[in-house]
T-cell receptor, first 112, second 115 residues
Framework: GESVGLHLPTLSVQEGDNSIINCAYS??????FIWYKQESGKGPQFIID?????DKRQGQRVTVLLNKTVKHLSLQIAATQPGDSAVYFC???????????FGIGTKLQVIP | SQTIHQWPATLVQPVGSPLSLECTVE??????LYWYRQAAGRGLQLLFY??????ISSEVPQNLSASRPQDRQFILSSKKLLLSDSGFYLC??????????????FGSGTQLSVL
């Protein structure tokens, strides 16, 4: 289910270092996964997605890794910048179904 | 291109007053529409979703209701607001077609404070 009652964990990273944000998903039937970035006071923005027939997908400075065996998803951000400071959410979906379920989110703080 | 509009951006309402938040999507037809709520520093809770005009699914029992009077319009309402209704309300859309991405696209949100 959705973990809406939990406070967000925080990850602090030095500017220029790589960031790894992890997410455990709950439904083994989920076959589509999405990462979102949410800046303060704004709606979440789509970053990257991955389907269950893949285990890795790369975008610009971001890489998503999927491990279906342990139901784990990660987002890697290369050369983290101050503008990357935000809350990052993973989301899961079963293709053909409308409901998209979000994880609890991780707050990324970039130290200049 | 598709855009989603949500208003107002901020709203301060007294306890017991009614609520109406509106969301519209442009540039697509027959979208799935969603209302999420986010408490400060917390995750996203799905409140309602709709797959078509007049079709509303409620995810959690609550003091709120939703309506979809037109294909690209989604409204979140309450007859009497409670303090616990305070939060950041987000409208989102997607469209399920064969092979298409199903990722949700969000509006800019409404910060509701019930006092």
């Amino acid at each position: 289910g959705e973990s809406v009652g939990l406070h967000l964990p925080t990850l602090s990273v030095q500017e220029g270092d790589n960031s790894i944000i992890n997410c455990a998903y709950s439904n083994s039937a989920s076959d589509y996964f999405i990462w979102y970035k949410q800046e303060s006071g704004k709606g979440p923005q789509f970053i990257i997605d991955i389907r269950s027939n893949m285990d890795k997908r790369q975008g610009q400075r971001v890489t998503v890794l999927l491990n279906k065996t342990v139901k784990h998803l990660s987002l890697q951000i290369a050369a983290t910048q101050p503008g990357d400071s935000a809350v990052y959410f993973c989301a899961e979906n079963i293709r053909g179904y409308q409901k998209v379920t979000f994880g609890i989110g991780t707050k990324l703080q970039v130290i200049p | 291109s598709q855009t989603i509009h949500q208003w107002p951006a901020t709203l301060v309402q007294p306890v017991g007053s009614p609520l109406s938040l509106e969301c519209t999507v442009e540039g697509t037809s027959n979208p799935n529409l969603y209302w999420y709520r986010q408490a400060a520093g917390r995750g996203l809770q799905l409140l309602f979703y709709s797959v078509g005009i007049g079709q509303i699914s409620s995810e959690v029992p609550q003091n709120l209701s939703a309506s979809r009077p037109q294909d690209r319009q989604f409204i979140l309402s309450s007859k009497k607001l409670l303090l616990s209704d305070s939060g950041f309300y987000l409208c989102a859309w997607n469209r399920l077609t064969a092979g298409a991405k199903v990722g949700l696209f969000f509006g800019s949100g409404t910060q509701l404070s019930v006092l």
